[in-house]
């Protein structure tokens, strides 16, 4: 009989870690859901914003070219 009380109660602590653990999985799913949404929508803002101001920014000048400079002769 004590036996069988053992092995219920060895089963019983089991399914309540194994609730506890499922709990936690979820909770931190969860958690890595949102953050992940939350991050998204942070840069698809940034990217909106970087997109409006290179429509707005000036066109880049263009510039000449490099002049050669001329080295001392002979030494």
Known sequence: ME???????KKELQQ????VAT????????ATRIKTERLRALRLAKEEQDRKAAENAPPPV???????VKGKKGK
Do not use: M
């Open 23 to 30: 709990a936690e999985y979820k909770a931190a799913a969860d």
């Open 16 to 19: 309540r870690e194994g609730q």
């Open 62 to 68: 263009a510039k000449g070219k490099a002049k050669a």
């Open 3 to 9: 036996r069988a009380r053992a092995a219920f109660h």
